[in-house]
């Protein structure tokens, strides 16, 4: 039987955060020594640190927040493709996979997965691209980098162009060992009710035919 597969940046204090940005941070606040009874563990971060989801909210003003956001869309069957020779994730790159429905996709790009080296750069979504999800059937996609847009962007054209064919986001999703093919997928958010994105523990299991 197969056995699930942690595709999620495991959260560290080396873990590689977004520029002026929270970084992670983990410390036992109270010591069992301190307390008499129990280790207590205080956490700092971003909520778009590591393996993370985006909310609406992130890059519009009256977009929904995580809570908000429907739960189904993190849990089910996923396709993963490798668009490693490709600069961005655009149709004509999608095309390339022959992919006739995929409700998840996940996307292998160029970059490797070193959690502790922000990239320069990555592969981004495009407008055309993200139509194209939309005519699979996409409802959500997940990259193995920080972001569907260009760093430095801020029009956020991949954020946007998603969010109007209605595909939810996953980001920093660890790819590099996986192979192509059908999975399952669970990426569940916290219940931040005010969250503008979240971390997750990203996991994946191959589809066996029967």
């Known amino acids: 039987m197969s056995q699930w597969i942690d595709i999620s940046q495991v959260l560290n204090n080396n873990l590689a955060h977004w ?30 640190i590591g393996t993370h989801v985006d909310a609406p909210f992130h890059f519009i003003n009256d977009g929904k927040r995580i809570l ?13 493709i490798d668009l490693s020779d490709f600069d961005e994730i655009s149709e004509k790159a999608l095309k390339t996979k022959g992919i006739s429905h995929a409700e998840r996709l996940l996307i292998k790009t160029a ?18 691209g993200a139509a194209y999800m939309k005519e699979l ?3 959500l996609v997940g990259v193995d980098t920080p972001s569907v847009d260009s760093i430095s962007s801020k029009d956020l054209t991949g954020h946007h162009a998603l969010y109007n064919h209605d ?12 192979e192509e093919g059908d999975y399952e997928l669970i990426a569940l958010p916290l ?3 005010e969250g503008d994105g979240s971390p997750v523990r990203a996991v994946i299991k191959p589809i066996e035919e029967c």
């Open 19 to 48: 520029p002026e940005d929270e970084p992670f941070h983990y410390n036992t606040a109270v010591t069992k020594e301190m307390s008499g009874s129990v280790n207590i563990g205080k956490i700092t971060t971003s909520a778009h």
């Open 68 to 80: 908000d956001l429907d739960i189904e869309r993190y849990i089910g069957p996923c396709r993963v």
């Open 111 to 128: 970059l490797p997965n070193k959690p502790d080296r922000f990239p320069a750069e990555v592969s981004p979504v495009t407008a055309d």
């Open 137 to 139: 059937g996409v409802r």
């Open 167 to 178: 595909i939810y986001i996953l980001e920093n999703v660890m790819l590099d060992q996986i």
């Open 191 to 193: 219940a931040l009710e």
